[in-house]
């Protein structure tokens, strides 16, 4: 099994991805592409499906495409997920192959997502299709249920298809639906993004779901800057307030995993100084702050920033400066400034940090929190940063937020050599 959900296969020595294949998998397969030294390639028939498979929970798993591994005994899951850090750690980043790698299951493998994008599409009789796309696809996977979204998205799919949409015109359009589990009243904000169908019918379609008991705010994408913020999780002594389309982890029991991991590294290195290097709007260095300790963070998204400094004065925090602008740049103006940090935290989306390693190195905290969605992003930085002597690593932990899917968030803890 490879990173990126592929089976691998080998035929005459040469290589071949196969995508939603599983090790055991007798099929055939079409070549989609070739580099010459290897190929991908995609299922036309499963002949014999691999001892691995069982009969998955969900009943469109196949023909949505979106959990790649649904049927697929959970521990199997973890054993790959831990391969694909492992290896990407000694094969990319050329790391010490015998620092293991800890592994920590979800509580549950399915109803553990917080957030989903619906497609859905309203005909002019008021017939409803919701659902997925088929991935790579325009083509509509319909759902009365996602095995891995939270209850309160499942409800309020099941309203949907129970409600009667017979008096609005023909729509198509994307709902981004956010469970916002410690509000009182509704615990669902339902993002619209429009796409085919009159203004005035998106309209209507809004102000139908924000009858529903399920919805606290719901709205179309153009008027989110207005949106207020709403509390989205209270943890480790902090509330964690959200607005529409801000980002927030998918997974809220393994988010609170990963605070406390964060925690307890800071707890045991007494850090006079953080820097949080795409901080978001505050997620891993709210609870840190206590008022002696400075903490500084850096965002690109002015919204996540907003929100942050809400965060900030919402929890009374005082010696904290939440910034907008360039990671990387930031970096190297702190580099520049000679602005000693002890401690730096990194939380990059996938594409990594790579151009940001050079002055960070300079910067030389002691110690450095590398936190990824994306193994193999995460080990060409880390290489960098322990080539010459320059950091140590000291642990390595997988946490898996996303179950049924190859997707596998990983926080390392580094220390500097000198």
């Known amino acids: 099994m490879a990173y990126g959900g592929k089976g691998v296969a080998r035929i005459d020595g040469k290589v071949y991805f196969v995508a939603d294949a599983v090790p055991g998998d007798v099929l055939e397969a079409k070549t989609t592409s070739d580099s010459g030294r290897y190929g991908e390639a995609e299922i036309l028939e499963l002949l014999t499906p691999s001892p691995m498979r069982k009969k998955p929970l969900c009943s469109v798993a196949s023909a949505c495409g979106g959990c790649q591994w649904m049927g697929i005994d959970y521990a199997q899951q973890l054993d790959w997920k831990q391969s694909f850090i492992s290896s990407a750690l000694t094969r990319i980043g050329k790391l010490d192959a015998e620092l293991s790698v800890e592994m ?85 904000v339902v993002t619209l993004y429009p796409g085919d169908g009159p203004r005035s019918g998106v309209e209507a379609f809004a102000a139908r779901l924000a009858t529903f008991n399920q919805v606290h705010w719901v709205g179309l994408a153009t008027a989110m800057e207005s949106a ?37 590294h800071v707890q045991a290195t007494l850090p006079e100084r953080i820097l949080d290097v795409c901080c978001g709007s505050g ?85 450095i929190i590398y936190v990824s969605c994306d193994p193999t992003t995460l080990a060409r930085d880390l290489g960098y940063l322990c080539r010459k002597e320059g950091y140590r690593l000291t642990r390595v932990v997988g946490l898996d937020f996303f179950p049924n899917t190859y997707h596998v968030e990983t926080v390392a803890f580094l220390e500097r050599c000198q």
């Open 283 to 367: 997620n891993l260095s709210l609870p840190l702050a206590d008022g002696v300790r400075y903490i500084e963070g850096i965002e690109s998204s002015k919204k996540a920033i907003h929100i942050a400094r809400q965060n900030a004065e919402a929890n009374l925090l005082s010696n904290v400066r939440y910034l907008a602008g360039d990671a990387e740049k930031h970096l190297w103006k702190c580099d520049r400034g000679q602005e000693p940090f002890d401690l730096v935290i990194l939380d990059p989306p996938r594409q990594g940090l790579y151009k940001g390693m050079v002055p960070l190195k300079n910067i030389g905290p002691k110690h």
């Open 228 to 264: 207020p913020s709403v509390l989205f999780d209270h943890d480790l002594e902090r509330s964690f307030l959200t607005v529409p389309g801000q980002f927030q982890q998918v997974n809220l029991d393994l988010n609170r995993t990963l605070r406390r991991l964060v925690r307890d």
């Open 104 to 188: 920590i299951a979800a509580p549950s493998a399915y109803h553990y997502r917080n957030r989903v994008l619906l497609r859905l599409h309203l005909s002019e009789g008021g017939a409803l299709s919701l659902g997925y796309f088929k991935r790579s696809t325009r083509e509509l996977v319909p759902i009365t249920a996602c095995e891995i979204a939270a209850p309160a998205i499942n409800h309020f799919i099941q309203a949907l298809h129970a409600a009667s949409w017979e008096q609005l015109p023909g729509l198509k359009l994307r709902l981004e639906c956010q469970e916002i589990p410690a509000t009182s009243s509704g615990n669902l």
